[in-house]
């Protein structure tokens, strides 16, 4: 059983723009990157498909996304930020009340 092969977006890329400039088959592309005639197909379609997103105005789902995700990592941030500094704050204040031995004394 073969392993499956993972290829980079950016050698997609490159075969796709190689087959649209039209200067070798799919076949010739497919055995000059020892990759199935089928695969170089369905990149050039899915390239194809996606390519008038290159020129949509505004954020895209991905970018949109992303963005909550980064306001959702930076929310909780500031959560363990107050909950460090509470911690901080109770520990100093049960010194003061309790003195500093009451762990020792506890046990």
Do not use: C
Not at 9 to 18: G, I, M, N, R
Not at 23 to 34: G, I, R
Not at 51 to 72: I, N, P, Q, R
Request: proline share 2%; charged share 40%; net charge positive.
């Amino acid at each position: 059983m073969r392993k499956r092969n993972h290829y980079s977006a950016e050698f997609k890329t490159k075969v796709v723009l190689e087959l649209l400039s039209e200067a070798s088959t799919v076949s010739e592309l497919a055995a000059k990157y020892d990759v199935s005639p089928v695969m170089v197909t369905r990149w050039k379609q899915e390239f194809l498909d996606r390519a008038s997103d290159v020129f949509k105005k505004g954020t895209s789902d991905a970018e949109k996304e992303l963005e909550e995700k980064e306001a959702h990592i930076a929310d909780l941030e500031r959560k363990v930020g107050q909950l460090t500094y509470e911690v901080d704050w109770l520990k100093k204040k049960s010194t003061e009340i309790l003195g500093p031995d009451f762990k020792k004394k506890s046990r």
